[in-house]
């Protein structure tokens, strides 16, 4: 089992994010609390693509009393583990105080550079224990954000959030992964490093081009076409985009309402049924969405400044 403490923003996607990648690979999911979820497998490397988590690693037990703490740390086996693993810190959120678990563990001890970190996570009325704990930070995206890439557009998405649209819509490795309005390529880069096909269509040369030099930058290829969102056709694994709001990107269509209406309509069907498309905009479009043929599972809402709050539209075909 491993366990996910969620980050503490966008955290209703950050859920989805666990969830769809457990759905798409069959991995059964838990949401424990609001901020802590259960995935049912061991495969840390299939997980370690996620973006919106603080916190994740394998879950060797949970407890309700500090009391039987001790003897499920032996019995559970992770005591030989960190006696094997050399030095190791632990860490409390909402648990038990570290200092009163530690007492209970054999083996050396460094906070500043320890070989495992154990982390107790309290969640509901238990306590879960995961080791090795890994943290995720803005510096595991950093060097592929906007400003880091060769080229860059105001437009640009930063590579933290492009990987979670990516993740939300639960695509596999070898699968086919398109952007039908993919601007800078932001969402091909993080799509292409968990390992999808990916397929970039922009009506704007510039930006072909542009995306095309960002994935040769960080080592990728793709399929970069200049194109148009209403035209798309083909049968791919998963679908996410940002659309043109008609602020600082160009939009090349005559109306922004029939532009979506159309570009939705060819996007779901170049989806395989039953299968995820993300879609990002400054305003709900769930109507637009629901009669090109999408279900619209959850439309989340992400504060970017005083005069835009996008939408996240999770759907499905
Ligand atoms: C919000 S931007 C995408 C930003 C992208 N996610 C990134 O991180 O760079 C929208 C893109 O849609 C493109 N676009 C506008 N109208 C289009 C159309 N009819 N067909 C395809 N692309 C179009 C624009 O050129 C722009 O690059």
């Known amino acids: 089992m491993i366990g996910f403490y969620l980050l503490g923003r966008l955290t209703d996607l950050a859920r989805w994010e666990v969830r769809r990648i457990a759905q798409r690979r069959g991995d059964p ?5 609001s901020r802590f979820v259960l995935v049912g497998s061991n495969d840390i490397a299939a997980y370690s693509r996620v973006a919106y988590s603080h916190l994740y ?6 407890f309700r009393r ?3 703490f001790p003897h499920l740390l032996r019995s559970s086996g992770l005591q030989e583990y960190i006696l094997h693993h050399g030095p190791y810190a632990l860490h409390s959120i909402g648990s038990y105080a570290p200092s009163r678990l530690a007492w209970f563990v ?4 460094n906070l500043k550079s320890p070989a495992t970190v154990v982390a107790v ?3 509901g009325s238990r306590h879960y224990v995961l080791a090795p704990a890994r943290y995720l930070s803005g510096k595991d995206f950093s060097p592929r954000d906007a400003r880091n890439r060769p080229f860059f557009h105001p437009t640009a998405m930063n590579a933290r959030e492009a990987r979670l649209l990516v993740n939300l819509t639960g695509v596999q490795p070898d699968e086919s992964f398109l952007d039908p309005f993919c601007g800078t390529g932001a969402l091909l880069l993080e799509a292409g490093i968990v390992g999808a096909r990916v397929f970039g269509v922009d009506r704007d040369e510039r930006m072909v081009s542009g995306a095309e030099e960002n994935l040769r930058f960080f080592g990728l290829s793709g399929n970069v076409s200049l194109g148009d969102a209403r035209e798309v056709s083909g049968d791919y694994d998963a679908i996410a985009t940002d659309v043109p709001y008609g602020r600082s990107s160009r939009v090349f269509a005559p109306a922004l309402r029939e532009l979506y209406r159309d570009a939705f309509l060819a996007m779901y069907s170049s989806l395989k049924r039953g299968r995820f498309a993300v879609i990002v905009a400054d305003r709900d479009l769930t109507g637009l969405l629901e009669r090109a043929g999408f279900y619209v599972d959850h439309v989340s809402k992400w504060y970017v400044h005083a005069k835009m709050t996008r939408r996240v539209h999770l759907c499905r075909k």
Do not use: N
């Open 66 to 68: 500090l009391s039987d």
């Open 57 to 62: 690693g394998r879950v060797w037990f949970s």
């Open 121 to 123: 996570v309290r969640a």
């Open 29 to 33: 999911f838990r949401s424990v609390s």
């Open 106 to 109: 054999d083996g050396r001890v």
